[in-house]
Nanobody, 125 residues
Framework: QVQLVESGGGSVQAGGSLRLSCAAY????????LGWFRQAPGKEREGVAT????????YYADSVKGRFTISQDNAKNTLYLQMNSLKPEDTAIYYC??????????????????WGQGTQVTVSS
């Protein structure tokens, strides 16, 4: 079993920054991919960023590329999402997710089998 716990959400003005954290607990040794997803009101859940835990390679959705950065701290079993230049359209519940699969399609929710409870991010104009 793997448990994921997000933190760091909140309310900010457009142009501001926020850093999300996701702590992983339990048997984490065979997690190959970690990702951040978000779901806005009336929208489907979408992939934001993905990291391959072995090599540290990353993927970003076009909508956040250049503004968001995904990173991991293996010693702390923690995943981060640094969000800069936030826009009102970034408002959503943000979820961290983990996958034990050998390969994934970046940003595809069905390829991730462990999920956190979500943390709310609200960006006002």
């Amino acid at each position: 079993q793997v448990q994921l716990v997000e933190s760091g959400g909140g309310s900010v003005q457009a142009g501001g920054s926020l850093r999300l954290s996701c702590a992983a607990y339990g048997y984490t040794y065979n997690i190959y991919y970690l990702g951040w997803f978000r779901q806005a009101p009336g929208k489907e859940r979408e992939g934001v960023a993905t990291i391959y835990t072995i090599a540290g390679t990353t993927y970003y959705a076009d909508s956040v590329k250049g503004r968001f950065t995904i990173s991991q701290d293996n010693a702390k079993n923690t995943l981060y999402l640094q969000m800069n230049s936030l826009k009102p359209e970034d408002t959503a519940i943000y979820y961290c997710a983990a996958s034990t699969f050998g390969t994934v399609v970046a940003g595809r929710a069905a390829d991730f089998n462990y999920w956190g409870q979500g943390t709310q991010v609200t960006v006002s104009s």
